[in-house]
């Protein structure tokens, strides 16, 4: 139990101390990620069991059980496995990027949000609630945008994190639609409850606004088309990042969530037409876009969709078979993915260019990153003796079942053999066009093979692939845990490398000898100076879209953020009217007892005699300082009734704040120039004579009904009466703050602190603009 | 604009006012005081010292970073609330006991007053870091 806490909040915990950490460690900060990552790992090994054994883990703390959160962790096959992808390739990540990184790199930051957005990814695996589940993918949202632009000092880079956030947040708030609404119905956002219920969910009205909603969410963020706009260029990050993030992990946050309703929605048509058709129709695309691109990393961007792409088409299928493959290929492709990100991470970081054109017989000077190349492209290529074949068999039969199931979906065989060529092509360009040929003479630096450090993850990787590729059968448990978990049945699968000469074998072949023609030259050219089909135009629109939504949005703030403190007031007291007053109306509380309204002392009528007396200075004073003045001794007075009315809390407070608001008013205008008061128009002073008139009026009935209204029960009865019993004091004023509305004191202090922090950094950036001006 | 008669009397009292808003906080739950007007107390205590000397001799008499104090403020309150949650309790679940110790007699201790001294933190933290910034400013 406590390992699961340990797994989510050891590298959030990792992530927050790196800066204190950094000023000891300096460059070698990287050591500290290795360290994190391995403990991290070493949590996740050790909930193995919850994972093969025949119970999951389900731990469950509550959160505010009075508006039905709970804050749980779930651990089963699936959620294990991603787990232990995220854990144990996060390792390998931050190994290599402690060799990565050159030095003006901000190395602490760099291993700060990579922590940051590691425990973010396996909070999102390993939630029970869907709520909470979202709150870690937002998290995973914005820490990827620090890693897109971590080299911030690029526009390339800019651009590509916000492209990333916006296009992700738009796909996340249509989750947190599906999410509300699925609550609403269910009654339960824990997901095991969820599944239980499956069966009225899915009879159910909203149904398909439901999943539509939710598969919005996974669509973005797994890139699946049109969404697939954000990942290409997403690649401006640091290789490590994109390796962990965009081939391994976060990309794959949407094919986990869809694997993890799974037992929810499958099962009616809708979910394999929206699911699968996706899925192919990216597939193919991206596959197609692969293969025009030159950029190594763009060619392994619009890869990793066109794989994404495979495997939620997969996962559409909604049988055994399906999820099955997909598990087995989520592992695999995260895996040599992975590996090729490292390996072109190295190219780039050796020749200085990511570019095939210029790259050439780069087997001559670095023999042993091209092994590794190797490995990766014929893994991805799906070639028997490397995991990709295994799991790309396996796909293709849950393809060709489907065949029985409607004629139209033999569409899913077909394209997923085209799919298939087309990224037997780009896997071949990737290795043959950059490590064999002449070598190249315009690399803009000597390559050679990287320092071991470099070399050791993705050799590990490469390892994994070929041990996976030859005997699959290694991968068995944990394959069969994930789909047990994703189907919610029990399944006993063999992974073996031969399965005979069934129909995904000649699929395989077909697929093969189709690559090798797009692969041959004349091809190969065609294919990269066509015209794409449209999926230009989708970026088109976002580029259309985004400055336009700006100067939008620009506009709509500026119609009620005036930057008057006037308009401000005008509208806090507007509200109090128009929301108090139809309180009233609506509870019909317009009753008045008047007749003990002046039973005052003497005193109490010099009080409120002074009080109007000062108010009335606070407008008609010429002297600012008299107006300050002025509003103190209001403030003071109101000091003053609270003590007639025996309430020393309030009064003391009341004086205090009037303290500082005094002090804080003088220091301001003490320092302000002397400006001379603007003429009003005649128009504008009756407006706000008007809005004060109003306010005040219905301040003062309100008051009076209330005050009519003392005899009944009031809340302050609960308060007097369980604030010793329930919470030990006997002070209720502070037994309501500390106590039973904690929660909104401490919304107040973060309130408070903000403001603070928000005045000193508005005042410190004025002064340093000033500064920068005045030397300039 | 400094005042002799002011000068000898602010070294006095704002000992008296720090000592009385600690005070403040700790029997605020059974008397009149608490976090808040502890805080504000304290903030109070020492703009004094800004008003009768300087800036200067604030940060001497007490060198702390504003932003590091509201951060700790916030620590303890919201680390109140997630002892709890440790627990098993939902989040900011309170809790309290009595105690007897020698010498001083029987006191309460309740989680209520680390949640407390979270307020008192931010909010001196906060005022004070207000006040310093625009006075620093408007220089």
Not at chain 1, 261 to 287: K, Y
Not at chain 1, 483 to 500: E, K, N, P, R
């Amino acid at each position: 139990m406590v390992a699961v806490l340990w797994v989510v909040f050891i590298p959030f915990l990792f992530a927050l101390l790196t800066p204190l950490v950094q000023r000891i460690a300096g460059d070698r900060i990287g050591i500290w990620g290795i360290i994190s990552s391995l403990l991290t790992f070493g949590g996740v090994l050790s909930l193995a069991n919850y994972a093969f054994g025949d119970e999951p883990l389900y731990v469950f703390y509550e959160w505010a059980p009075t508006l039905g959160l709970s804050f749980g962790f779930y651990v089963d096959g699936l959620s294990w496995l991603f787990a232990f992808l995220i854990s144990g390739i996060g390792v390998l990540i931050n190994i290599y990027a402690y060799w990565y990184l050159h030095k003006p790199d901000p190395f602490g930051r760099f291993f700060a949000y990579l922590l940051f957005f590691m425990g973010s990814m396996l909070g999102l695996v390993l939630s029970s609630n869907l709520i909470i589940l979202i709150i870690f993918w937002e998290l995973t949202t914005i820490s990827s945008f620090l890693l897109i632009g971590f080299w911030h000092h690029t526009e390339r880079a800019r651009y590509g994190a916000v492209k990333s956030i916006l296009v992700t947040s738009v796909g996340g708030l249509a989750m947190i639609g599906g999410t509300v609404l699925l609550t609403v119905i269910a009654g339960t956002s824990e997901i095991p409850e969820l599944i239980a219920k499956a069966g009225m969910i899915q009879e159910h009205a909203l149904f398909f606004p439901i999943l539509l909603l939710i598969l919005l969410g996974a669509f973005s963020k797994s890139a699946q088309s049109p969404f697939h706009i954000w990942l290409p260029d997403a690649m401006e990050a640091p290789t490590p990042v994109s390796a962990f993030l965009h081939s391994s992990t976060m990309v794959k946050a949407g094919v986990f969530l869809i694997a993890r309703i799974h037992p929810v929605f499958s099962g009616r048509e809708e979910w394999t037409l929206l699911v699968a058709t996706v899925g192919l129709i990216t597939m193919v695309l991206a596959a197609y876009y692969a293969l025009r691109k030159v950029d190594l990393k763009a060619i392994l961007a619009y890869s990793t969709v066109s794989q994404l792409g495979l495997m939620i088409m997969a996962l559409g299928f909604a049988d055994v078979l399906g999820a099955k493959a997909t598990a087995f290929h989520i592992m695999n492709h995260a895996a040599f993915k992975g590996m090729l990100f490292l390996v072109v991470g190295i190219i780039d970081h050796e020749t200085g260019t990511r570019d095939i054109t210029k790259l050439r017989g780069l087997r001559f000077t670095m023999p042993k990153t091209a092994v590794l190349a190797f490995i990766g492209a014929f893994a991805s290529a799906g070639i028997p003796l490397f995991n990709g074949f295994v799991s790309k068999e396996l796909i293709f039969e849950a393809a060709y079942d489907q065949i029985g199931i409607a004629p139209w979906m033999s569409v899913f065989p077909v394209f997923a053999v085209i799919g298939s060529a087309l990224t037997f092509a780009y896997s071949m360009k990737i290795f043959f066009s950059v490590f064999f040929g002449e070598e190249s003479k315009v690399l803009p630096k000597h390559p050679h093979d990287p320092p071991l450090g470099m070399l050791f993850s993705p050799g590990l990787l490469a390892a994994i692939t070929v041990i996976v590729g030859i005997m699959p059968f290694v991968a068995e448990n944990l394959v069969n845990a994930a789909t047990s978990a994703i189907t919610q049945t029990t399944t006993d699968f063999y992974l073996t490398l031969w399965h005979g000469f069934t129909p995904a074998l000649w699929m395989s072949v077909v697929t093969v000898a189709i690559g090798l023609l797009l692969y041959s030259r004349k091809a190969l050219l065609q294919v990269m100076h066509s015209k794409p089909p449209f999926g230009l135009t989708v970026n088109a629109m976002y580029d259309w879209w985004y400055p336009n939504i700006m100067v939008g949005a620009e506009k709509l703030i500026g119609v009620f953020q005036s930057r008057k403190l006037r308009f401000y007031f005008m509208y806090i007291l507007g509200m109090i009217v128009v929301l108090c007053g139809w309180v009233l109306i609506r509870d019909d509380h317009f009753r008045f007892i008047p007749h003990d309204l002046w039973m005052a002392e003497t005193y109490e009528y010099i009080v409120a005699v002074a009080f109007i007396l000062a108010t009335i200075g606070v407008a008609v004073f010429r002297s600012r300082l008299a107006r300050v003045i002025s509003l103190g001794v209001v403030g003071y007075l109101l000091c003053a009734i609270f003590i007639i009315l025996r309430a020393p809390d309030l009064a003391l407070t009341q004086l205090l704040v009037d303290v500082v608001t005094v002090i804080l008013f003088v220091l301001v205008i003490y320092f302000l120039p002397q400006l001379k008061t603007e003429k009003e128009r005649f128009s504008v002073n009756i407006r706000d004579l008007l809005v004060s008139v109003i306010t005040g009026g219905f301040v003062t009935v309100f008051v009076l009904a209330a005050y009519s209204h003392r005899y009944t029960t009031t809340i302050a009865e609960y308060f007097l009466e369980n604030s010793y019993k329930l919470a030990g004091g006997t002070n209720v004023v502070n037994v309501i703050l500390v106590d039973f509305r904690a929660f909104d004191t401490l919304g107040e202090i973060i309130v408070l602190a903000i403001a603070g922090l928000g005045v000193y950094a508005l005042v410190r950036l004025g002064i340093r603009r000033k500064q920068k001006e005045d030397s300039v | 604009m400094i005042s002799l008669i002011l000068n000898r009397i602010a070294r006095v009292v704002v000992h008296i006012i720090l000592l009385f808003s600690i005070f403040m906080l700790f029997k605020g739950h059974n008397e009149p005081g608490g976090g808040f007007i502890a805080g504000l107390m304290a903030a109070v205590a020492i703009v004094l010292i800004y008003i009768t000397y300087d800036l200067k001799t604030v940060k001497k008499l007490m060198p702390v970073s504003y932003p590091a104090m509201i951060a700790l403020g916030l620590f303890f309150a919201a680390g109140t609330g997630l002892g709890g949650v440790m627990l098993g309790y939902p989040f900011l679940t309170q809790t309290f006991d009595y105690f007897h110790i020698p010498l001083i007699g029987e006191i309460e201790l309740a989680t209520a007053l680390s949640f407390d001294i979270g307020v008192f933190l931010v909010v001196v933290g906060a005022t004070l870091l207000i006040i310093s910034t625009l006075g620093e400013g408007s220089k």
